[in-house]
């Protein structure tokens, strides 16, 4: 993102989106990572400065790998056998260490790149096979191409330059955190609130046919 370029609110109600409605999608989650507890603790004085963005609480930080459909037009059904094979496909894939972080400031977000891209891109391409074995690999939804792994710290509430979030960000220096992913979890995805809610739905662990 270049400096002249501004922001603008995240919370705009994308297609198929109201208040109430809630989506189904798999996404990698922090919650029980020490390290991604510290991270966002690094970066919480210079968001906590920034009135401009809603923070995103450790509890809530994730990584979106692949959306399966809004609730109320998926059956409950298709979802159970979407996480049956899921699970077989996941079995074959070892659990890694991934690394998150620094902080860059994005039209809408304030994101971190999550590397290597190689096992987080495979784990995605192995959530995207079990959705093509329940309903066929031509209704995947969302296109294969065009996946950046981030996780966002922080999404802009109005619209305004860029450069005092660049300037807080910059005060505080550069921040990461190596965290392990060992499981993938499909979520049942709210956005009512100004920030991104979920019940979880079903939790796949990686590498299972190894133990």
């Not at 409950?76 to 079995?91: F, Q, S």
């Not at 891109?121 to 065009?146: C, H, K, M, Q, S």
Request: charged residues 20%.
């Amino acid at each position: 993102m270049t400096e002249s370029e501004p922001m603008r609110s995240h919370w705009w109600w994308r297609p198929g989106w109201r208040v109430g409605r809630s989506f189904y999608t798999w996404h990698i989650t922090f919650a029980d990572q020490p390290a991604a507890r510290r991270l966002v603790s690094d970066y919480a004085p210079a968001l906590a400065a920034l009135p401009m963005l809603d923070p995103v609480p450790v509890r809530w930080l994730h990584l979106t790998l692949q959306g399966i459909g809004f609730t109320d037009e998926v059956n409950r059904g298709d979802v159970d056998r979407i996480v049956n094979a899921a699970r077989k496909r996941c079995a074959g894939l070892e659990p890694f260490t991934a690394i998150v972080g620094p902080a860059h400031v994005d039209p809408e977000t304030i994101q971190m790149p999550a590397r290597p891209l190689e096992p987080i891109a495979n784990l995605r391409l192995a959530i995207r096979a079990a959705i093509g074995d329940v309903w066929g690999p031509g209704n995947v939804p969302e296109p294969e191409a065009g996946f950046r792994a981030h996780v966002s710290l922080g999404y802009s509430n109005t619209a305004g330059p860029a450069e005092p979030i660049e300037r807080g960000l910059n005060t505080h220096g550069e921040h990461i955190a190596e965290v392990t992913v060992s499981s993938v979890s499909l979520i049942d995805l709210n956005r009512d609130h100004h920030s991104y809610e979920w019940v979880d739905v079903a939790s796949v662990a990686l590498g299972t046919e190894h133990r």
